[in-house]
């Protein structure tokens, strides 16, 4: 079965830098898009940061700059690079990635899996 487990959540001060890290795995045929997201508490999930395959990235307007997502390429594994951390910047983040996982005799279609999330808290 395919997995996602995310790494690297905690608490910080305002103003540190912060790196996510997701590591897919099972029997993975390929990894398309892959993106972050978060949630803080009464509000909606909200898309972060998303990379595709040829390498395209989409962020939230208030990240941009100070976030940067990408791809290890020699592992099935993506991260979240956060700098300039705002208290506004607390909550749940969640991985996710479209992912073909490899069958026995044949590949899967493509399907989105989601990661446990980790909690990160920026102090003011």
């Known amino acids: 079965q395919v997995q996602l487990v995310e790494s690297g959540g905690g608490l910080v001060q305002a103003g540190w830098s912060l790196t996510l890290s997701c590591a897919a795995s099972?029997?993975?045929?390929?990894?398309?898009?892959m993106a972050w997201y978060r949630q803080a508490p009464g509000r909606e999930r909200e898309l972060v940061a998303a990379?595709?395959?040829?390498?395209?990235?989409n962020y939230l307007e208030y990240v941009k700059g100070r976030f940067t997502i990408s791809r290890d390429g020699a592992k099935n594994t993506f991260h979240l690079q956060m700098n300039s951390l705002k208290p506004e910047d607390t909550a749940v983040y969640y991985c996710?990635?479209?992912?073909?996982?490899?069958?026995?005799?044949?590949?899967?279609?493509?399907?989105?899996?989601w990661g446990q999330g980790t909690q990160v808290t920026v102090s003011s």
């Open positions: 990379i595709t395959s040829n390498g395209a990235t």
């Open positions: 099972g029997s993975i045929f390929g990894i398309y898009a």
């Open positions: 996710s990635a479209e992912i073909r996982e490899r069958k026995s005799g044949y590949v899967g279609p493509r399907n989105t899996y």
